[in-house]
């Protein structure tokens, strides 16, 4: 718990020095989604898991998120931009389209935040947000909502997961 806090401190003090600086921008991202199957995607972390908190969050899918670094380099644009898309999902409706498009026999439960700590599951409270994306708004980038977004990409999620022919490791729930 000591090395989050000390890494969310870090970062605070970063990103303020930063902010402070010209021409320097900061892309912040949330609950990264992408079309490739890996241990930093969102998707296959939340996969991997056989107990499931229903949390809802803004998200960040990946191709998106990288269209607007390049815009934002583009137009020399500085600043804390917040690269999300529009709108909410919860981790329900991840899981949803997962089974929908990936793996129609995957299997999980949904627990309360209560049972999460009284198994054991997380020892640190879990952080749940929704942030605006109107900073790239103002630069004229518009995003899919983000579940036109997450079906877009689990679509092709589907697809390469297939092509690796190894779905996501279970973590088991005690």
């Known amino acids: 718990m000591r090395s989050r806090v000390v890494e ?7 990103e303020l020095v930063l902010e402070a600086l010209p021409n320097v921008a900061i892309v912040r991202v949330r609950l990264p989604i992408d079309s490739v199957p890996g241990p930093r995607n969102f998707v296959s972390k939340l ?8 949390a809802t969050n803004s998200a960040s899918v990946v191709s998106d998120t990288v269209r607007a670094i390049a815009a934002i380099v583009k137009q020399r644009a500085s600043g804390l931009f917040h690269a999300t898309n529009p709108g909410l999902l919860t981790n329900q409706q991840v899981l ?7 793996d129609r026999d995957h299997r ?4 309360s935040k209560d049972e999460l700590y009284a198994r054991g599951l997380a020892v640190a409270p879990r952080s749940n947000c929704e942030v605006a994306c109107t900073r790239l708004e103002s630069l004229g980038l518009r995003f899919d909502p983000v579940d036109a977004a997450l079906d877009r990409t689990l679509r092709e999620y589907a697809v390469l997961w297939r092509a690796q022919g190894t779905p996501p490791r279970a973590i088991p729930c005690e």
């Open 96 to 102: 949803a389209q997962y089974r929908k498009y990936v």
């Open 108 to 111: 999980y439960e949904l627990i």
């Open 47 to 54: 996969a991997a898991y056989r107990s499931v908190v229903d």
């Open 8 to 14: 969310s401190r870090s970062r605070l003090a970063l």
